[in-house]
């Protein structure tokens, strides 16, 4: 009675099995998505959805292999697929095996004395590689394995197709290495090269821990990040190189290259790409070069001359930020304003430094501008403010009459206005092309300190474009103001691109290897044999890179 109970259960549950197996039968699978629509398997090649793909197996290796034997192969210019299977074997096996090795070839070189035959290097180094093997297996510093890779190779036409197998053996067989074509058994070769990890040609080579090691397969360069810009092609293997600046240790980076190079082009086009990320640039142009840039994209292009309008004035005091007293934010202007003086009246002795350092405190007093003053509302003097109190100190008639030709003579008015500046525009462009080359390392100085201020003032990411940066690398205080840029910018969201062609003034400056060794990025174009060998000392060049 029991049992025609279960029958109709049993026979629901068979139905509901068989229910659910063609429910099943209907789904997708990600295997039937990423089917091929046709596979067609030919004894030298299977074609795949209209590509023809070879597959290889190695058949044997030489003594020795190099670390880097497959390097050639994973660079190869061609669509491939490479899968390897390691079958760990058990040591003590092994060792039974190798302990029988030995005695057969010592059994057979004992012969070969007796018999007085001269002596066979090949059974020699086989008997020294033998026990060298047993011992470190023995010590447990090597294993033993079953090593299988496999190729395959994919082309549009047999002919592309032979090409590839050409040059793969090829590669192989210049390292005494033997690959073959796994004739008749392509479709068995094309699926263990496929992400299933079935290793269904089975065509596997001894192998211990050392040589084993020199299959690593990832040796491939690569300089490609998930964001970023994209910045040219890598040659060892043709792989993108992507990346953004600004996820590295610092922002900064230095171009070297002699005139006609590609420098600039090289730039340009790092601004354009990086604005279309929503950074930020600023420039500060020498030779009008960025002019066309900053028109096509709707930038602001500010020409600082002697007859323009557009004005600097050194004495603007910065916004004060986070933890920053008004005293700080004095006590740094006033550096800055005795390096440029130092720019603008030739080197000072300690006792005219000491007179203008007492000026230039003077002249913001004279402005009410003090440590205990309101920042927010005032008015930064000029450099005519500082003429005249240098005029009524002891002393300072000979600095204040050295000064007057930037305020009365024939440099008056650039700096001796106030600023009137506008860098609300994510593209800015300062060209000093037209002034005089005295006063263009006065000029970028006055600039930069400028936009240093702008830059902590509003924490957003920036690259500060210098080029021809060697006009400041000509005097002590200008390239240690661009050194002490460069090396705080990181934390004010700033990357610093400094240009140059003139490599020896740069590099020869007590700043310049300091600037590059606080720049992540360092980009060398063609140089001039004469700067070669200070530039393959700097950045310790490989003579493949040289």
């Not at 099943?24 to 090649?45: C, E, H, M, W």
């Not at 390691?86 to 057969?104: C, D, F, H, R, S």
């Amino acid at each position: 009675m029991a049992n025609k109970q279960e029958d109709p259960n049993r026979a629901l549950q068979h139905e509901l099995v068989q229910k659910e197996r063609e429910y099943k039968q209907g789904l997708n699978t990600l295997r039937d998505l990423i089917a091929p629509s046709a596979f067609r398997v030919n004894q030298n090649y299977v074609e795949v959805s209209g590509k023809l793909a070879r597959s290889f197996f190695i058949l044997s290796y030489p003594r020795f292999v190099s670390t880097d034997w497959l390097s050639p192969i994973i660079n190869l210019d061609a669509p491939m697929d490479m899968a390897m299977y390691i079958y760990p074997m058990e040591t003590a096996e092994i060792m039974k095996k190798l302990k029988n090795k030995v005695g057969q070839l010592e059994s057979s070189m004992r012969m070969g004395q007796e018999k007085g035959n001269v002596r066979d290097p090949m059974m020699e180094t086989a008997f020294q590689d033998t026990e060298a093997l047993r011992n470190r297996l023995q010590q447990g510093t090597e294993r033993y394995f079953r090593f299988s890779i496999y190729f395959t190779i994919y082309a549009n036409d047999n002919k592309e197709l032979d090409q590839y197998a050409a040059t793969l053996e090829s590669i192989l067989g210049s390292k005494l290495i033997i690959a073959k074509p796994a004739v008749l058994q392509m479709e068995q070769g094309f699926n263990s090269t496929l992400p299933l990890g079935n290793d269904e040609l089975a065509i596997a080579t001894n192998m211990n821990t050392e040589p084993l090691s020199t299959t690593f397969p990832f040796v491939s360069s690569e300089l490609t990040s998930n964001d970023g810009i994209l910045y040219g092609i890598n040659r060892h293997n043709n792989s993108l190189i992507l990346f953004d600046r600004f996820e590295m240790e610092n922002a900064n980076s230095v171009v070297f290259a002699k005139s006609g190079s590609g420098k600039s082009y090289a730039v340009k086009l790092e601004i354009i790409r990086s604005m279309m990320l929503g950074t930020d640039v600023i420039v500060i142009d020498p030779e009008n070069e960025y002019k066309h840039l900053s028109e096509a994209v709707g930038g602001s292009f500010l020409n600082i001359s002697l007859n323009s309008e557009s004005r600097v004035n050194p004495f603007d005091l910065p916004r004060g930020i986070e933890g920053e007293t008004n005293e700080d934010i004095l006590r740094s202007s006033v550096v800055n304003l005795l390096g440029l003086m130092n720019l603008m009246l030739g080197k000072l002795d300690p006792t005219e430094e000491s007179i203008m350092d007492r000026a230039i405190w003077e002249t913001y007093a004279k402005k009410d501008i003090t440590a205990n003053a309101d920042f927010s509302n005032i008015e930064p003097p000029i450099m005519q403010d500082l003429v005249d109190i240098l005029g009524g100190l002891v002393g300072g008639e000979s600095l204040a009459q050295r000064l007057t030709k930037y305020t009365q003579g024939t440099f008056s008015g650039i700096f001796n206005q106030s600023s009137n500046l506008n860098l609300n525009n994510q593209l800015v462009v300062f060209s000093i092309r037209d002034l005089e080359d005295s006063l263009r390392p006065i000029a970028i100085y006055v600039i930069l300190n400028y936009i240093w201020n702008v830059v902590r003032a509003t924490l957003k990411k920036r690259i500060l474009v210098i080029d021809e940066a060697w006009w400041m690398m000509q005097h002590d205080d200008s390239a240690k103001f661009l050194f002490g840029i460069a090396k705080r910018a990181r934390k004010y969201y700033l990357g610093v691109t400094t240009i140059t062609q003139d490599v020896s003034d740069f590099l020869q400056s007590s700043y310049g290897k300091p600037i590059v060794t606080n720049s992540s990025i360092q980009l060398l174009l063609k140089q001039s044999p004469a700067a070669i060998d200070l530039i393959t000392q700097t950045f310790f060049l490989t003579e493949g890179e040289k």
